[in-house]
């Protein structure tokens, strides 16, 4: 049961193990049981029949009988037998050491007993347990729903998930020192200091300074949180659906599609201690509730989010972020002043507060409001207006309020119409690209800013003099290249000027064409050593390049699409957005109507490689099947090759050998146009697999040594075949050629930086050190695995690979040998490895075998 997911079959359904006092939480234990039925779980509590049997060895028996343990705690330490040292309640907490536990403490609690208090101190410190708080029955039962799904969704183990750390990991580095907000920064760090607070939101209308001051809170308190802090963006997601998918993107955490993103999100945050910072939610504020259950599921995880409205659900401490202070004893030393004062320094080295200008400063802030992009807009013109006259043009244009909406606050038009005060200072040329600028999402190179530029323009100079002004922000790329974004609230300006302009078709046209065309020339490169490197730069793209497959479906062309899905399925795959690709390849399957025979062949190849990657393999064999004769009928030899041997596979994992023959013969036809390349080595390694399934050891050899001959530089074909081979090998007894096959694996797996790959290899690394007596580091290493793991990060090898022979000893087994204080040790050792730690541990030399050791 350990080494695969759980099957819940009517008679083999999991047993949950509840205590709690009968008494004093009657109605709590009702609602745990009724939360267990509701999962098709089994609930044992003692109450639930009479035996004739003394009461300790008949719970004894229970939880020997019990996969999981629930414990429920108030104010009673419960009964002590006759006899007896400690209370049933206590001794059953121990017992089920072996088992997950989830614990749950009823608060307040003024009178409870100080030997619960002491166990229970000691059981949250020990921090091998799931541990919460609640208040009443209907919150706990919430809880314990929560909590059961997600342990459920997870590799069932007797070993608890652990944390992989890597502390500040995201979160981007403020680009200019905070002015002014120092009791802000103070109030918002004590409420992150605060265990209590599982949610602070900053709320304020667009430029009053929420980032910036969310970016300096987390700089303050990150050290606080041991697995440091991670960061999302959320300004280019406006469909609250997609908030879990966004989520996961932006903190690097892989989904399948098979399962919901909440479910990886809350594996992988679950045991962390982590500050999360996210940014710009208020277009997804209906999906609030879905952050709430995140961080219910998260105890150890503080969100730090800002928003122009509160998400409004439980725990959830909202700090309005007021516009700077105007007003001082001097003139120009308010923190409003200081901020223009600042930004024109930036803008102009030779910028000097004088007695001259003094007041036009201290006037320019305040008639800005204390609004931070407004006064950092107006710095910027000091380039080439003096404070009096960039204070005369805002008086002229800001005097237009009187006339402007009035139901629009006075900020956020104050804010607009500082905006648009800049563009008008712009050039005409100048204008046209910042028009241009709004067809981006996210970041862009200068590439694609030329490509959208106006024909016959160069665009240096616009977009020296955009930055100048402060309306783009050039931030750093992948390997350092710059790259160009606008704030949120610009870029919808923007926007509206490029649709205004009646350009919006065109640009988009041409936005589209340009990142199609990008896909397609780094695509040869996708699976080579370069690989990192190209994948870090489609992280940086994916919101455009989403924009240009949603441009291609709006205006039917489904071909273009495909184009842009096939250049990348590495990228969909390798880096978590299983889901999302699974998303728009039914788009394009929904438009087939549009395509070519071979077209539809790609695309039912490509969407079953997406739901074989995702656990789905009805669904993958439902689209591989008739991908097939297009693919044959098209000249797609190598890509009707993979599909067969495919679907033959799957075939004969559901025991249909007829079937699986009559494909393998088509295989066999196939062979001589599989060519040589990543589609020619995962055919023979899938042919490598159905022979080692069948005994066929020969053939198995052959096949295994042509996929690691022809998968050349592509590295996902290696990763499959350097596992197989070591499963080849294990089963044989060669363990040191094993070990070689998992450590080049492993090799390829850290230079790619899959976790979920990494994670496989060193779970069977540390099974092999169980047979060659290295135990202690056998655990380190299975921590260090455990520690990788979430319910969709190593997926995709499971859609290439068989499960993993277990050859030595299990968990039990090796806990038995250590002793329990040693093998907890080892455990806390691996789960604070950390990946590159964890890589040297299992390249490093091994001590010889015990005598003895198998």
Same mark, same amino acid.
């Given at each position: ?30 609602? @745990? ?145 905070? @002015?002014?907000?120092? =009791? ?93 910072? @996210? ?8 999906? /609030? ?19 122009? /409205? ?81 204070? =005369? ?23 607009? =119409? ?239 050998? =007829? ?196």
């Amino acid at each position: 049961m350990s080494e695969q997911s759980v099957i819940l079959t009517p008679d083999q359904r999991l047993r949950v193990f509840v205590s709690s006092s009968m008494t004093e939480l009657a109605p709590e234990r009702q609602a @745990v049981g009724a939360a267990v039925r509701r999962l098709r779980l089994v609930p044992v509590m003692f109450e639930q029949g009479a035996r004739p049997h003394p009461p300790r060895d008949l719970y004894r028996a229970y939880l020997e009988q019990s996969q999981i343990f629930i414990g429920v705690y108030g104010e009673s330490y419960g009964w002590i037998a006759p006899g007896a040292d400690r209370s049933g309640l206590a001794d059953e907490l121990d017992l089920a050491r072996p088992l997950p536990r989830l614990i749950y403490v009823k608060e307040p609690a003024p009178r409870r007993d100080p030997r619960l208090e002491s166990l229970l101190e000691a059981v949250r410190c020990a921090g091998d347990v799931s541990y919460r708080r609640f208040s009443d029955a209907p919150e706990l039962r919430s809880q314990v729903e929560e909590d059961l799904a997600v342990l459920l969704s997870e590799r069932f183990s007797p070993t608890p998930p652990v944390a992989w750390a890597e502390p500040g990991g995201g979160v981007p580095a403020a680009l200019n020192p905070l @002015v002014g907000r120092a =009791d802000d920064l103070a109030a918002v760090d004590a409420m992150l200091a605060d265990d209590h607070v599982p949610l602070v939101t900053l709320i304020g209308p667009g430029g009053i300074g929420k980032t910036r001051l969310a970016l300096a809170a987390t700089e303050r308190a990150v050290d606080r949180f041991p697995d440091g802090a991670r960061y999302v963006d959320l300004s280019a997601v406006s469909d609250p659906e997609l908030l879990g998918e966004a989520l996961a993107r932006g903190m690097g955490v892989r989904t399948s599609g098979s399962v919901p993103p909440a479910a990886d999100i809350a594996s992988w945050l679950r045991y962390k201690r982590l500050l999360l910072v @996210v940014d710009n939610f208020e277009q997804l504020t209906d999906a /609030a509730p879905r952050v709430a259950e995140i961080l219910r599921a998260a105890p150890g995880v503080t969100a730090l989010v800002t928003s122009r /409205a509160p998400l409004r659900v439980a725990g959830e401490w909202v700090y309005a972020v007021p516009p700077l202070p105007t007003t001082a004893a001097d003139p120009a030393t308010s923190p409003a002043a200081q901020l223009f004062l600042q930004r024109a320094r930036a803008a102009s080295a030779s910028f000097a507060l004088t007695p001259d200008n003094a007041a036009a400063v201290d006037e320019i802030a305040r008639r800005l409001d204390g609004l931070p992009l407004a006064i950092e807009l107006a710095a910027a013109r000091t380039v080439l207006l003096s404070p009096a006259a960039i204070l =005369d043009r805002l008086s002229d244009r800001l005097g237009l309020l009187t006339s402007g909406a009035r139901d629009m606050p006075d900020r956020h038009r104050t804010l607009r =119409d500082t905006i648009a005060w800049s563009y008008n200072l712009l050039g005409a040329d100048e204008r046209g690209l910042f028009n241009r600028f709004g067809v981006f999402a996210g970041t862009c190179d200068f590439a694609a800013v030329e490509a959208v530029a106006e024909p016959h323009r160069d665009p240096f100079a616009g977009v020296e003099s955009l930055v100048e002004s402060s309306l783009l922000v050039q931030r750093a790329g992948p390997d350092g290249e710059p790259r160009f974004t606008m704030l949120d609230t610009i870029r919808a300006f923007a926007r509206e000027k490029l649709r205004d302009s009646g350009n919006w078709a065109a640009v988009s046209a041409t936005h589209a064409e340009h990142y199609l065309q990008m896909t397609k020339d780094i695509a040869p490169e996708l699976n080579t050593s370069a690989a990192p490197r190209l994948l870090r730069r489609l992280e940086f793209e994916h919101d455009n390049v989403v924009a240009a497959m949603e441009w291609f479906h709006a205006h039917d062309d489904p071909a273009a699409a495909l184009e842009i899905m096939w250049a990348t399925w590495v990228f969909w795959w390798r880096t978590g957005h299983v889901e999302q690709g699974n998303r728009y390849m039914s788009q394009i399957l929904a438009r087939a109507d549009l395509l070519d025979d071979g077209q539809i062949g790609m695309a039912l190849m490509l969407a079953g490689g997406v739901a074989l990657v995702s656990g789905q393999s009805d669904r993958a064999e439902s689209m591989l099947e008739p991908a097939l004769p297009r693919l044959r009928a098209s000249g797609h030899g190598p890509l009707a090759a993979l599909a067969a041997v495919t679907v033959a596979q799957l075939a004969l994992e559901r025991g249909e050998q =007829d079937r699986a023959d009559r494909y393998l013969r088509e295989c066999h036809k196939l062979a001589p146009r599989a060519g040589s390349g990543w589609e020619a080595s995962l055919f023979h390694s899938r042919l490598a697999l159905i022979a080692m399934r069948q005994g066929r050891l020969d053939d198995a050899h052959d096949n295994l040594r042509a996929a690691l001959d022809k998968s050349g530089t592509d590295q996902l074909a290696m990763v499959v075949a350097e596992y197989l081979f070591a499963i080849y090998a294990v089963t044989q007894g060669r363990i040191d050629e094993t070990r070689q096959h998992l450590l080049n694996g492993l090799s390829v797996t850290t230079a790619a930086g899959d976790e979920g790959g990494l994670g496989t290899f060193l779970a069977a690394i540390a099974d092999l050190d169980t047979r060659t007596g290295d135990l202690e580091r056998a655990v380190r290493l299975a921590a260090a695995a455990q520690a990788l793991h979430t319910p969709s990060n190593e997926m995709w090898m499971r859609g290439f690979v068989s499960p993993w022979p277990t050859t030595g000893l299990d968990a039990a087994a090796v806990r038995a040998q250590l002793g329990a204080d040693t093998y907890g040790t080892a455990w806390r050792a691996g789960e604070r490895l950390g990946t590159q730690e964890a890589v040297r541990e299992a390249i490093s030399e091994r001590p010889p075998p015990e005598e003895g050791a198998t």
